[in-house]
């Protein structure tokens, strides 16, 4: 038996209407029950409340993205910046779309979906590529003659080119593992080993150039003090914790490289002088590209505005690329000025 409150008032009205016919008293050619009729208008009237309920759902999650929960994508939903863990929190001024804590197959599956790490993944993933495909066909390996020195110098720069896409790749990749700070800090060791690699022994055949023609002495002091300044960074960027830390580390290569670079403007050191602009470009790019990820530029203006796009990492990462294209162009001409200079012509005349 119905209870008479949840009676629709057209079912109360047929009720009204047809007394007579429940009284047995109605006429005969009426075939149409009345409790099917008021089942088909409870029926409706369920409908009718579940669209409202499906209304309030979408409006709840409308209400929860405007307040920061990212959206669902590929089955996985993308958190806001206070939902993550306090390793993840590098950047407090990107807001929305982390990637949550995810196994290893997570981690490779989230580069089907567009999330606030696709960029740092893909610039360094599609510049690894490009770089193991065609860099070894572009580098003289046999130096016009050059023998040993020029395959080691050519060595070292396909190791200083492919390093930093290897480490930024898999740390930006794996970052949100489900091992923890434990597994990100390694990855994190393992992205500045990289950018060490590049800064590095990726410039060792800048360096070797400009001292080529000088007296044997010199020429060999001149390496071994730079190669133990990238120790030292090499030192200070397994323990580096802060970003300016990170960068930092590097100050002894760097400023030896500067000064390296002051001699060839100068034309007391040797090198290709059609080389000279990107000589300094090549550690320009990369500082500009250090002090904008440093200082959260843009995204510390526009907090929000440019998570997955455009944020200061991604920039920094261009930079990155065309950093090491200027270091690119800079070895191959310096090992073809050092296959066919006669170091003893002055300087200025080389």
């Known amino acids: 038996m119905r209870d008479v409150q949840s009676v629709p008032d057209t ?18 050619k009426r075939k149409k029950s009345l409790e099917q009729i008021c089942d088909n208008e409870g029926h409706r009237s369920e409908l009718i409340e579940d669209a409202k309920k499906e209304d309030a759902k979408k409006e709840d999650e409308s209400s929860s993205a405007k307040n920061g929960a990212g959206p669902r994508v590929e089955g996985v939903e993308l958190l806001h910046w206070r939902d993550m863990p306090q390793h993840l929190q590098f950047n407090p001024y990107v807001l929305t779309g982390y990637r949550p804590l995810q196994s290893w197959s997570g981690c490779i599956g989230s580069l089907f ?59 930006h990749l794996f970052m949100n593992h489900t091992q923890g700070a434990s597994l990100y ?33 010199l020429r060999y002091t001149a390496l071994a003090i730079y190669c133990l300044g990238s120790l030292l960074g090499l030192y200070k960027a397994m323990r580096a914790w802060s970003p300016w830390e990170r960068r930092l580390c590097f100050a ?38 250090g002090v904008i990820g440093a200082l959260h530029i843009p995204e510390k203006w526009f907090p929000g505005s440019v998570d997955c796009c455009l944020n200061s990492h991604n920039i920094m990462h261009v930079l990155v690329v ?28 080389l």
């Not at 740092?120 to 590529?129: A, E, K, Y």
């Not at 065309?322 to 005349?349: G, N």
Request: with cysteine; proline share 5%.
């Open 185 to 217: 800090h390694r990855l994190l060791q393992l992205d500045m080993l990289g950018i060490w690699v590049s800064q590095s022994i990726g410039a060792i055949p800048m360096v070797t150039a400009t001292v080529y023609c000088a007296p044997t002495l």
């Open 11 to 28: 079912c109360r009205n047929m009720f009204d209407m047809s007394i007579q016919e429940v009284n047995g008293k109605g006429p005969k």
């Open 113 to 171: 979906y567009f999330h606030n790490e696709t960029i740092n993944i893909l610039t360094h993933g599609v510049s690894l590529v490009f770089m193991i495909a065609v860099l070894p066909g572009l580098l003289p390996w046999s130096g016009g003659g050059g023998g040993a020195g020029a395959w080691f110098l050519s060595l070292c720069h396909l190791l200083g080119a492919l390093a930093p896409w290897c480490g930024s790749f898999l740390y």
């Open 322 to 349: 065309l950093a090491v294209y200027s270091m690119h162009q800079v070895t191959t001409k310096d090992l073809a000025w050092m296959s066919s200079v006669d170091c003893r012509a002055p300087l200025r005349q």
């Open 252 to 289: 002894a290569p760097f400023c030896m490289r500067l000064l390296l670079a002051g001699a060839r403007a100068a034309r007391l050191g040797g090198g290709d002088p059609h080389a000279i602009l990107h000589v300094f470009l090549q550690d320009a790019v990369s500082l500009g590209g």
